[in-house]
């Protein structure tokens, strides 16, 4: 059955993964790898990616989290002790502190993917984070995997099924698929009218859709992706002008590129070529770890 969205256009309820992938920086004093989510995944359409980030380092790191659009799951374990946590979508950087022998999951949901675990809609959960049993669908049963006995790559992928389980029945799950893949392709550059009408839905009504099911509006989660594609850009092409990284990510000029990063990431577009996050004023970074409710 396809799923009407015009007069003349369907989507085909076809399981394709989504193209967009955040970005992950190599962070001093850290190991960070990412797991593979092929083809035959229990995840494979839904998450954006998996990665284990541990300290290497005798002291606390600082792991930096830049806005991607994604609702994540987060587990921390340490020896016998594990928690679990489900963090909404933010618009600024944050920042996870890491002690020597720590390990952490990051499993980053495709944008407008995962609200359906959750006990309200994807808004009620932005810039907030939250214990895993009492807030998210399979939380129970996700914490009794986390603190087995067995190969950390062994409990993720069992959490991955266990997840499966409880995305079945996303409510407009191939429409918030085609706005968000379209926001992406267009680097961000689509007014939410010209959705509407490619789409045959109103704009109130995508509006209202993005609040529910990515938990931003779409004009933020465009900003978002111009931030990560400028972000790509700036650090694989060295030599190329900061005026013509903007363009290409679809920023108006050098000077809009310059108050998105300021507004997301806290320096410049400059600062960020030359330092990274190697600068980052982590006294005045918000933890991206703080519990509303307790697991």
Known sequence: MSYIISNKQYLAPTEVRAKYEPLLFDIEGLGIEKMDVNFGHPLYTALADV?????????????????????????????????????????????????????????????????????????????????????????????????????????????????????????????????????????????????????????????KMFERCVGISPKLYSQIVRLQMSMGKIATDREDLLLDIAVDSGFFDHAHMNRVYKKMIHCSSGEFRKYSFDRLDYSQTDDYLQPKELI
């Open 51 to 207: 990665c284990f980030v541990k300290s290497i380092s005798a002291e606390k790191r600082y792991f930096p989290v830049a806005p991607d659009g994604c609702m994540t799951l987060v587990c921390r374990v340490k020896g016998e002790d594990a928690q679990a946590y489900v963090c909404g979508v933010i618009d600024e950087i944050k920042k996870v502190e890491i002690e020597p022998d720590e390990y952490y999951v990051f499993m980053r949901f495709v944008p407008g993917v995962g609200y359906s675990l959750m006990k309200d809609n994807a808004n009620q959960y932005t810039n907030k984070t939250l214990g895993i049993r009492r807030n998210m669908a399979g939380g129970d049963q996700i914490m009794s995997i986390l603190v087995r006995d067995t190969p950390l790559i062994e409990r993720v992928r069992l959490i991955s099924k266990v997840i499966r389980v409880y995305l079945q029945g996303e409510e407009d799950k191939y429409l918030i698929k085609y706005c968000t893949e379209k926001i992406f392709s267009t680097q961000g550059n689509i007014r939410i009218e010209a959705l509407a009408e490619e789409t045959g839905f109103t704009s109130r009504h995508i509006g």
